[in-house]
């Protein structure tokens, strides 16, 4: 094992980074690696046990909740509540957020916004799914019950954001704002070792992700750029290769590593689009960037955003930067309305 280092031999080191650091936010990473562990070992064995299907209730987004989403939620709750470095959790599967209320989560700094487990209708299929979060300093004086203002930041206030796929290897992804970096789950040891480091996303790439069944629902500026990226030009090495999996952790690491862009647009029936501003758009959106990548809504950047709501919605372009470029000319040339 001599060269290996682990991801909380890594964490402690990066802390000296950070002078004004007290070890809550190392903390936190660490518990969240600890529930990923416990997640990654019952997605691995879900097939054995009685965890695959749907509960047959719906959560707040009006979703079918598996019985793994249940899981992971309550795993990532119970250990950040255990670990007493956060004063609140936000999470894609409950309708507010959660106050923890022991003296020291409340003393505690940051909060953490979460989608426990990210792409879970592709549980049943044996296909990758993934966990989300994304930590903020809270804006509430500490000592006291956290408020939904300390939730509604935008992205750029992230101190930390990372996501964990649990696909062929375990993988955790995170940035603290100094650059990305990857970790793979050793199982013979129980720890995650630092496999990636410093990741950069190509600046273009040869692959398209959107769900391409909902063409004739999207703008005309994102048709068009579709018809772009599958048009045949030796020139800019086109056509693109479609890959989309339909989780987004799945697609979004692909293309960060092989360089790419992800599409979620809104569409004539959803037009503030599907995915999450809170628990998968801003740290997808901080982690791309910090790999020197974009993300935007098709107007603006993905990290100004503000958010109104713990729930709100928004589009989502992201990837390589020359790729997002692209699509934004399209959008500009070929929208009727300035916003999309």
């Known amino acids: 094992m001599i060269g290996i280092e682990t991801l909380d031999e890594f964490i402690i080191r990066r802390q000296e980074k950070f002078p004004d650091a007290k070890g809550e936010l190392s903390r936190l990473l660490r518990d969240i690696g600890l529930a990923s562990k416990i997640v990654h070992r019952e997605v691995n064995k879900a ?15 009006g979703e079918k ?4 989403d249940v899981f992971a939620n309550n795993r990532f709750v119970a250990s950040l509540k255990m670990g007493g470095a956060c004063c609140g959790i936000a999470s894609e599967e409950n309708e507010n957020f959660i106050i923890i209320d022991d003296e020291l989560s409340q003393n505690a700094e940051y909060i953490v916004a979460l989608d426990p487990l990210d792409g879970s209708s592709n549980i049943d299929v044996n296909v990758s799914v993934g966990t989300i979060f994304s930590i903020y300093k809270r804006g509430s004086l500490q000592g006291g019950f956290c408020q939904l203002a300390d939730f509604l930041q935008r992205g750029y206030e992230q101190v930390s954001a990372g996501y964990i796929i649990y696909g062929s290897s375990t993988m955790m992804v995170y940035t603290t704002g100094k650059g990305v970096n990857g970790f793979t789950l050793d199982p013979s040891i129980g720890e995650f070792c630092l496999s990636h480091p410093d990741i950069k996303i190509p600046k273009s790439g040869q692959m398209y992700s959107v769900n391409q069944g909902n063409y004739s629902k999207f703008k ?5 750029y ?4 599958g048009e045949d030009d030796k020139n800019t090495n086109r056509p693109y290769s479609l890959r989309y999996v339909g989780s987004l952790v799945a697609d979004i690491h692909r293309n960060l590593l092989k360089g790419g862009i992800f599409m979620y647009p809104s569409t004539s029936t959803m037009p503030y ?6 628990y998968e758009c801003n740290p997808m959106a901080f982690i791309v960037e910090q ?9 603006d950047d993905i990290l100004q955003l503000h958010p109104t709501d713990l729930h709100q919605r928004t589009p989502m372009f992201i990837g390589s930067t020359d790729m997002v470029n692209m699509l934004s000319e399209f959008i500009d040339r070929f929208s009727v309305s300035p916003s999309i």
Do not use: E, F, H, P
């Open 65 to 68: 909740v598996k019985k793994l």
């Open 47 to 61: 097939g054995l046990v009685d965890i695959l299907g749907d509960t047959g209730t719906t959560n707040v987004q």
């Open 273 to 278: 689009g599907k995915l999450r501003l809170l």
């Open 220 to 224: 005309k500026g994102v048709q068009k």
């Open 226 to 229: 579709i018809s772009y990226c």
């Open 291 to 299: 790999a020197g990548g974009k993300a935007i809504n098709g107007k």
